[in-house]
């Protein structure tokens, strides 16, 4: 079980936590705009690598809140955690 | 009851009755079942798995592959190893062939769990173990040291060895004693760690009163799972013997020569009279010499080397015992034990046969490195010891003493363990952030024999390698892995799946290595880089009882349950559960049976009055400036044009389109709404709103909390329900102009502060009446007092929401699901630019003229009520599978307004269907039925008002 640390509350179990997928995709400024294929990316498509992940947790437990995490999917190593807005840090 | 006539001479203690079998024995106290039994002489102790074939003890510990025992007394449990069973007056036991029984019986003893966290976690009390621990502990660290075995030691037990010129197992348990002591130590004793997982979380399982059968006190757990979060781990886990691959070796009598060892040593029990020992490295010596010196005649040893350790050769001439170097045992022969030994020189030559009753067998010793590769380390072969040792790691673990392969040799040599383990837990410490000194007093060891180098030998060429095992709980042996490569597979991984190799309760640690040697050994590769397979949790067996702990009957699941509960219950309803909320199914009266009891529910409501608790209905307020431009945002229809004081049903969808859930929105004030949701979404909405607040539009001004339990709510239904309202509330103008459809008013009803909201799910004239939930139960007897009104339950609400054809989001809908497939066209907006959902209507998928849409069915025997879940086809003939599907029923009911059977179902083009003629198989039959308008009952609305 990962110590996913929350940077509202710090280190907690994983159990608190509930998984929200890849970070940065944001909602479409203008749906309407977008090609059916743009809209199926959108809806669909996520990246699913191996190595660093930018994706989103929520402290569902705890202080409810949504932020982001750098994990090494094949390690399961979160090398950053960072709030919702923030721009994903470059990690070496 | 007899005599233990393999017990050592002068040995006293308690003795300790048990039965085995059928037949009753004796052991002493400090035995395990597996020492008893041998104590008696008992050499057969279970059957093989698929072969039948006699097996008695093989090692003497968690790696032990034979011995399967059931308990029978007193409490029965399966699938035990003879070797790690303790004994005790009373314990009653019989062998297992391969398979145990579940138990018949509930299991009265408690199991439960706890937390810990500490600086340093110890994984094993041998020499490597204490040793680490002890540095760690005296620095001042939080350390917990956990050992499977009741008492410390580990390898200690089993050897002659002194430390400080004083039995190792004395100061094995002097020093615990000592650490234990500390304000910061915790000692777990009977405690297997059973799971390494990301980031040091790591799983024990402590075993409080097995030991102590029926003298168990009842308030005890029995078994506690420990979740510990360890900044550092230190594997101090040690070794495992292997065997070799020969013919037979799997009659009782043949053993692993370290445990022969330990029974002689620890346990003062003789294996047997007359031994040969095959061994492939130094450390079988010390056994062969400790069982000599307990009284074993040893027959001969055959070593496979040609150049034994020099020391112990010239300790073998002293006693006469011969040692036959590059022989290999051919075969262990017998009728259901060991009677004679067939050796030969290794490769070709005369072979001869000895008379012995014991088979001491040392393949070479396999470093344990579960836990390690658990926690994700990786496993570098070790020529020198012919084993796997740890490797590189990401986590803050490393291992020590033997599990590390120190020695290097496959002889585990005590000074040096002590030293590692020191060490380790010194870099583990300092590590976690504490300043160690150096300078830990280690006990003083004996000089031990340069080891001579091991040579690895997996198997003993033969022509048939139909009774050489490699496992031996699995019965595979070497023709099965010959098969398997035969095949054409090349992975240890698949050859384990082929064979089952590894894959027994044992977990394959006397078998792992063995069967990967001999895979390689038939491709002509190097077992270094065939590799192992990957080990996995748990290391040993967990029963389900001990994960359960305590979550189990009335503690599994939190029950909610409403205001009015107790009153439900007083009237003898049934209950149903949605989410962990127990809400009223129906409220049988004497004699009436469901179907009779919901028909009368339903004719009360909609022709009469009827009330039901809708408390559990989620309730969100939503607050704030922006709190009408969230909710345009979230709802496909248009919430912000909603007055103060009105109330709008709503659906919510994903981006995709399909529906995610329904329910009303009530406007309180301008920068205010209570928003419902159904019962099983409540907190879901609660999570999507938060989501998209929080991480697509922070810049909207929006508080939203959850006030599902602050209200208690009744549904009052029927067209006498004005009348019941009026009397109950004289303040309240209840008129159909005064107060009208979905709009809301606050007033006092029965003397309580209440809302009143003017919504129907059944079609007929209703109200909700909300008031603090503290006075829900007070309003429902005020309700109900007059006698006038009739109780009903979910079932009564799902048939009249059925008739009308109203959707139930999650039984006639599956995320699948549009709101136009639905029906519900007029409830998607045109004029908002935009909302969760629309753009995906757009979708060329979301206007398919085969989507399934809800529709109504009537099938043609009024009596017949189809079962939720039936598919529709087409013909009045099944075709040859795969039957094409039209789609299939969601909710099916009997009708009191209907007088008969009715049913919604999602149907592919449904619509278009209305007067089809279709066919549910049911069973054997084919039911026709035909397809309607998903409004069946009152469809021009003209019963809402009353």
Redesign the interface.
């Known amino acids: ?3 996913i640390p929350c940077p509202w509350c710090g280190p907690r ?2 159990a608190e936590f ?1 998984y ?1 997928g890849q970070a940065h995709v ?3 400024e ?3 705009a ?1 090609s ?1 294929e743009e ?2 990316r ?3 498509f996520r990246d699913n690598p191996k190595g660093l992940f930018a994706e ?1 947790w ?1 402290h ?1 437990a705890g202080c ?3 932020f982001n995490a750098v994990r090494d999917t094949a ?3 979160i090398h950053a955690v960072y709030r ?2 923030e721009p994903r840090p470059v990690i070496a | 009851m007899t005599a233990q006539p393999y017990r050592r001479e002068g040995v006293t203690g308690k003795t300790v009755r048990f039965r085995f079998d059928g037949r009753d024995y004796e052991g002493l106290e400090g035995d395990t079942l597996a020492s008893a039994l041998l104590a008696n002489g008992v050499r057969a102790v279970a059957s093989s798995v698929k072969l039948g074939r006699p097996r008695g003890v093989y090692a003497a510990g968690c790696e032990e592959p034979n011995a399967l025992v059931q308990i029978e007394e007193p409490f029965p449990e399966p699938m035990l190893q003879a070797t790690t069973v303790e004994l005790y007056d009373g314990l009653v036991a019989t062998g297992l062939p391969g398979q145990g029984r579940l138990a018949d019986r509930p299991d009265p003893a408690r199991y439960d769990a706890v937390h810990a966290h500490c600086d340093v976690l110890v994984v094993g009390a041998g020499p490597a173990g204490i040793a680490a621990a002890g540095v760690a502990a005296r620095a001042g660290g939080r350390v917990i040291l956990a050992d499977e075995r009741p008492e410390p030691g580990g390898s200690l037990l089993g050897t002659t060895e002194t430390l400080d010129g004083r039995p190792g197992r004395e100061w094995a348990a002097e020093e615990v004693a000592a650490l234990a002591a500390l304000p910061e130590v915790r000692v777990l004793r009977r405690t297997t760690v059973v799971g390494h ?3 040091n ?1 790591v799983v024990a399982v402590e075993r409080r009163t097995n030991h102590l059968g029926a003298a168990a006190p009842a308030e005890m757990a029995r078994e506690r799972v420990w979740r510990i ?1 360890a900044t550092r781990v230190v594997l101090a886990t040690g070794g495992h013997e292997r065997f070799v691959a020969f013919a037979g070796n799997d009659l009782p009598g043949v053993m692993l020569a370290g445990a022969a060892r330990t029974y002689a040593n620890h346990y003062r029990v003789l294996p047997g009279r007359r031994a040969v020992v095959f061994t492939t490295d130094d450390s079988a010596y010390a056994a062969a010499l400790d069982l000599a010196d307990a009284g074993v005649e040893i027959a001969a040893i055959a070593d496979v080397r040609r150049a034994p350790g020099e020391a112990w050769a010239a300790r073998c001439a002293e006693r006469g015992i011969e040692v036959l170097t590059g022989y290999v045992v051919t075969a262990a022969k017998g009728e259901g034990e060991v009677s004679s030994v067939e050796i030969g020189p290794r490769g070709a030559g005369a072979t001869r046969e000895v008379a012995a009753d014991l088979l001491l067998v040392s393949g070479g010793w396999t470093p344990v490195v579960h836990l390690f590769s658990q926690a ?1 380390g990786t496993l570098r072969y070790d020529e020198g010891l012919g084993a796997f040792t740890p490797g590189e790691t ?1 986590q803050a673990v490393e291992a020590a003493g033997f599990a590390r392969g120190v020695g290097g040799t496959g002889v585990r040599t005590l000074r040096a363990c002590l030293e590692d383990g020191a060490e380790a837990g010194r870099r583990a410490l300092a590590a976690a952030g504490f300043a160690v000194a150096s300078g830990h007093r280690l006990p003083a060891a004996e000089e031990e024999p340069t080891a001579a180098p091991a040579e690895h030998l997996w198997l003993v060429e033969a022509g048939d390698y139909g009774t050489h095992f490699v496992d031996l709980q699995r019965d595979v042996t070497v023709a099965d892995v010959l098969r398997a490569t035969g095949a054409g597979l090349t992975s240890v991984e698949h050859v384990k799946r082929y064979t089952t190799a590894g894959t027994a309760h044992d977990q394959g640690k006397t078998s792992g290595l063995l069967t990967s040697g001999v895979v390689a050994h038939a491709l002509g590769v190097d077992v270094a880089e065939l590799g192992t397979t990957t080990f996995r949790a748990p290391y040993t067996p967990v029963s389900f009882a001990a994960l359960a702990g305590r979550d189990r009957g009335p503690l599994h699941d939190p029950v909610r349950v409403t205001a009015m509960h107790e009153w439900h219950v007083a009237r003898g309803a049934l209950f149903e559960n949605a989410g962990q909320w127990k809400r009223p199914w129906y409220y049988p009266r004497p004699g009436e049976d469901m179907e009779a009891a919901v028909l009368r529910e339903c004719r009360a409501a909609r022709e009469d009055v009827a009330a039901m608790d809708a408390s559990t209905l989620g309730k969100i307020d939503v607050v704030g400036p922006d709190a009408a431009v969230f909710l345009d945002r979230l709802y496909t229809n248009m919430m912000s044009t909603l007055k103060v004081g009105s109330i709008r049903y709503g659906v919510m969808c994903r ?2 389109g399909m529906v995610f859930d329904d329910g009303t929105v009530i406007r309180l004030a301008d920068d205010r709404f209570l928003v419902t949701t159904t019962t099983g979404n409540a907190a879901a909405v609660l ?1 999507w709103m ?2 998209w607040l ?3 539009w ?1 810049d909207l001004r929006v508080h939203c909390t959850s006030v599902t339990e602050q209200w208690a709510t009744v549904a009052l239904v029927g067209p006498r329900s004005r009348a019941v309202l009026a009397r109950l509330a004289p303040g309240l103008a209840v008129g159909n102009d005064s107060f009208p459809f979905m709009t809301w008013r606050d007033t006092e009803v029965a003397g309580i502060e209440a809302r009143v909201c003017r919504i129907s799910f059944s079609g007929e004239l209703a109200y909700e009446i909300n008031v603090s939930s503290w006075f829900g139960l007070a309003l429902w007897e005020a309700v109900m007092a007059s006698g006038e009104v009739t109780p009903y339950g979910t079932e009564t609400m799902h048939v009249l929401r059925a008739e009308k054809g109203f959707p139930i989001v999650g039984q006639d809908t599956d995320g699948t699901v549009t709101p136009q497939d639905l029906g519900m066209e007029w409830i998607v907006s045109k004029k908002k ?2 909302f969760i959902g ?3 209507y ?3 998928d979301t206007s398919r003229p085969d989507r399934k849409h809800l529709v109504g069915l009537l099938p043609e025997d009024p009596g017949v009520l189809l079962p939720e879940g039936a598919h529709l086809v087409e013909t009045s003939a099944l075709p040859e599978p795969p039957v094409p599907t039209l789609g299939f029923v969601t909710s099916s009911y009997r009708s009191a307004a209907l007088g008969r059977t009715f049913a919604l179902a999602l149907v592919s083009g449904g619509r278009e269907r209305v007067g089809e003629r279709l066919y549910a198989p049911v069973g054997a039959d084919l039911v026709p039925v035909t397809v309607t308008s998903h409004v069946l009952y009152d469809p021009e609305g003209a019963r809402r008002d009353g």
Request: hydrophobic fraction near 25%; avoid cysteine; charged fraction near 40%.
């Open positions: 079980m990962l110590l179990d994983e509930h929200g944001a909602y479409p203008d749906p309407a977008l059916d809209w199926a959108y809806l669909f989103r929520s569902t409810r809140r949504w390690t399961n190593e919702t807005g | 997982y990301d980031d979380y979060r994700g990401r981006p995709d999570d938060e989501e929080q991480t697509e922070p630019a935009d629309k753009r995906s757009a979708r060329a």
